[in-house]
């Protein structure tokens, strides 16, 4: 029932890779004569040696390269950048803050509207108890000399 499945697989190819050996070009060796040749000095120890060789001047260290100024334009344009950038902020701050203070009058100018809307309402609607001159009811009211008759 169960028989064994064999698989058929590829065979295993392997790829080595070529080392590539680098080129070395020596620079060929061209012999400098000095400008000068150094005069050659002989000194006498106190035990009566003889040393003779060339006088060489104490090693000077470099000199270390000064750190280029910066430019005064180089300073300018940075300032004027920095200027630039808070000048932009300066103005959205300000427009921002211009809409808001439209948005709250606006608000506050509704506020009103509503209040002495209510106002006239209350006017309106409780004006049936008393007639006198300044009693308003606008469906039916008769204006005749600054008197309101029903």
Request: aromatic share 6%; with cysteine.
């Amino acid at each position: 029932m169960n028989e064994p499945t064999t698989h058929r697989t590829a065979p295993l190819v392997v790829h080595h890779p070529t080392p590539i050996t680098p080129v070395i070009h020596a620079a060929p060796v061209v012999p400098v004569q000095p400008g000068h040749v150094p005069t050659v000095a002989s000194v006498v120890l106190p035990d009566g040696r003889v040393v003779t060789g060339y006088a060489v001047a104490p090693a000077q260290p470099e000199p270390v390269a000064a750190k280029p100024a910066v430019s005064r334009t180089a300073v300018n344009v940075a300032l004027g950048g920095v200027g630039f950038l808070a000048v932009c902020g300066g103005l959205l701050l300000l427009t921002s803050f211009i809409a808001a203070l439209t948005a709250f009058i606006g608000q506050l100018i509704i506020l009103a509207a509503v209040i002495f809307g209510g106002w006239i309402a209350v006017q309106v609607f409780s004006a049936s108890g008393h007639h006198s001159g300044t009693t308003v009811n606008i469906r039916k009211a008769v204006i005749k000399r600054n008197h309101f008759h029903s």
